[in-house]
């Protein structure tokens, strides 16, 4: 703070009279300016006017500043002619960005001309000559990423001749958290603005290991046809917000918002937060900038897991027990049951025990003898090689269905007719069109369904605030743990065969197995925590199972399922559930639901909906 404030300490000691007189109408027709607006991060406040999305006092130069726009520009415009002698804390150092724009709209002449010497060397450092969009997909098993994630890589003028990326700088905007919270304080500080964001220009090699290798996401690479003018005014502008803060949401305001903001400082004119009034999932972002005309061209780059997965697929059980055997010790390579295997099929095993090895290194500190085991398999690589490894691109990650959901349906319980009107704001369950999106992944964010029974006897019927699965298949290879959790409301059978309105949290864990081609099987232990006017304590536990099947038809996708809870205080529930959705188009499914319940609280009840999804925004 002392940094971006010392040339107001100047002001006392040297009179800023070399500022000439600018025409207070010419100041607030550029204090209007598009441009003036994205390098502030204002937006239009609820009660009229503007506030910056900057939540960082130091880096306004006007004490109100993050509110006028007008008196931000006036107090910039005087900064400038602050004396040469302030140095690195001139403001011509610490906004060049707002400094070039600012001179070539007024003419500015007579400035000082300051030493700025970090930002020139920062800026060769960087060399931004083009800019390359990152996506690495969604990973549930981090809540920081579950959604997927963007980011900028700035490359240098010989990137493309030389394809040497991984010396290129990224752009990145995350949380900034101090300490070691858990995965679910952090998902909850996530939602509701516990963590201030910051910018930070990193070596795209650590983010790239960190993505691909360590989390074992899969890379998206969008070239973008930002001109060598534009890179450079967008990277000017990451130096201004060099360790500032803002407001920080999983939801809206998180790293693609940020990045949509860089984009409109690149390239004046571009109108793409405008399109985020109350969400910025990352892949809706990545759509807004392919639909500007941003996008040049895309790369593909896999995960270690997947290249894993892909070495492996042709091997059968036999060969894929040899590579653990093989990868366990490399003295099983001279075993004479492995060399009568015919040697192409020695190269495909040696080939995924290598990856197999390095893909269990990921994350951890070095391990001479891994590290012994991982040359031992290189080194027979060299002498039997396996063909080049060639992996099928999944689906854009842009080409899935949108990500908001309208929902309307109709349906009997019981005697009963109903009709069910419902909002999801995100963004993918398991029945979903699963074009561009993993098969057995569901997240779900704020879902809410109201139920009009006859008599217009309305209720409501469902309210999540989270629901998130993730049901990975397990192989001889990896044994990755599924996993789900969910909480909100929801109508439970109740007493006097109605239906009672609980609160409750509901998680487990298991097992996810390959069935056949595009059919998953699960079986997973559950935990549930529920408060039920129905029963006398004021919570209730139970533990229960969840199991089922999943499988992705020529029509679109089917789940078969069985859940049971058995409460500490004698409560069963039980039920069997199957829906089927058929997808009308991208954008547009019909899923028919069917469910049978079982409750020691009330008789048997059956349930049918056939119900429109519209996936829109």
Not at 296 to 325: D, G
Not at 336 to 343: D, G, I, S
């Given at each position: 703070m002392l940094k971006r404030l010392a040339w107001l300490a100047l002001c006392v000691c040297a009179p800023l009279s070399a500022a000439p007189h600018i025409d207070p109408q010419r100041l607030q027709q550029l204090a209007n300016d598009p441009f003036w607006i994205s390098l502030g991060h204002y937006e239009t406040a609820k009660l009229g006017g503007w506030r910056s999305y900057v939540s960082d006092r130091k880096f306004f130069l006007a004490a109100d500043g993050n509110e006028y726009p007008d008196h931000e520009l006036a107090a910039t415009v005087q900064a400038l002619y602050a004396p040469a002698s302030a140095g690195e804390t001139h403001a011509q150092c610490v906004y060049p960005a707002r400094t070039r724009w600012l001179k070539e709209q007024l003419g500015l002449a007579g400035l000082p001309t300051p030493d700025c010497a970090g930002f020139r060397q920062w800026f060769k450092d960087v060399s931004p000559d083009s800019a390359v969009m990152i996506f690495p997909a969604a990973y549930l098993n981090s809540p920081s990423s579950m959604f997927g994630h963007t980011l900028l890589r700035i490359d240098q003028a010989e990137v493309k001749s030389d394809k040497t990326s991984l010396l290129s700088y990224a752009i990145n905007f995350g949380a900034y958290i101090e300490g070691s919270d858990n995965s679910l304080l952090y998902a909850w500080k996530g939602l509701m603005g516990g963590y201030p964001g910051l910018f930070a220009m990193v070596p795209y090699q650590e983010k790239l290991s960190e993505y691909r290798s360590l989390e074992n996401r899969d890379l998206w690479e969008y070239r973008l046809n930002l001109t060598r003018q534009e890179t450079a005014r967008m990277v000017e502008h990451v130096w201004e917000l060099k360790q500032i803060k803002f407001d920080y949401f999983f939801f809206d305001e998180n790293c693609s918002y940020r990045l949509l903001e860089l984009l409109q400082v690149a390239r004046p004119g571009l109108r793409l937060t405008g399109q985020f009034p109350l969400t910025a999932i990352p892949t809706d972002t990545v759509k807004a900038?392919?639909?500007?005309?941003?996008?040049?061209?895309?790369?593909?780059?896999?995960?270690?897991?997947?290249?894993?997965?892909?070495?492996?697929?042709?091997?059968?059980?036999?060969?894929?027990?040899?590579?653990?055997?093989?990868?366990?010790?490399?003295?099983?390579?001279?075993?004479?049951?492995?060399?009568?295997?015919?040697?192409?099929r020695q190269a495909l095993i040696i080939d995924a025990a290598y990856r197999l090895e390095r893909y269990r290194a990921n994350g951890q500190e070095r391990d001479p003898a891994r590290a012994q085991r991982s040359f031992e398999l290189l080194r027979a690589i060299n002498q039997n090689p396996a063909p080049e490894l060639d992996i099928a691109h999944p689906g854009l990650p842009e080409d899935g269905h949108e990500s908001r959901t309208w929902q309307l349906g109709l349906g009997t319980r019981g005697d009963k007719a109903f009709g069910e009107y419902g909002l999801r704001m995100a963004y993918h369950d398991l029945n979903d069109n699963s074009e561009s999106f993993p098969l057995g992944a569901q997240i779900e964010i704020l879902q809410l369904k109201l139920r009009q029974y006859e008599g217009n006897d309305w209720q409501v019927q469902q309210l999540d605030l989270a629901t998130i699965r993730s049901l990975t298949p397990r192989n001889p290879l990896l044994q990755p743990l599924s996993w789900q959790v969910t909480g909100g409301l929801e109508r439970v059978p109740g007493k006097h065969d109605g239906q009672t309105l609980v609160s409750h949290v509901n998680g487990g864990g298991g097992g996810t197995w390959q069935l056949g081609d595009d059919l998953l099987g699960f079986a997973l232990g559950t935990v549930r925590i529920e408060h039920n006017n129905d029963f006398a304590a004021f919570i209730a536990p139970a533990a229960g199972f969840n199991s089922g099947v999943l499988w992705k038809n020529p029509v679109g996708n089917l789940s078969l399922e069985a859940k049971g809870d058995f409460f500490t205080n004698g409560e069963v529930r039980r039920s069997l559930s199957l829906n089927q959705q058929w997808e009308i188009s991208r954008n547009l499914g019909l899923r028919l639901s069917a469910q049978r319940e079982f409750s020691h609280l009330a008789a048997p009840e059956n349930e049918v909906m056939l119900e429109l999804k519209w996936y829109h925004y």
């Open positions: 900038v392919k639909n500007a005309g941003l996008e040049e061209s895309i790369q593909y780059r896999p995960s270690r897991e997947r290249e894993l997965l892909s070495r492996a697929e042709p091997l059968n059980p036999e060969e894929q027990q040899w590579v653990l055997k093989v990868s366990a010790d490399q003295n099983r390579l001279q075993d004479p049951a492995f060399k009568a295997l015919p040697r192409e």
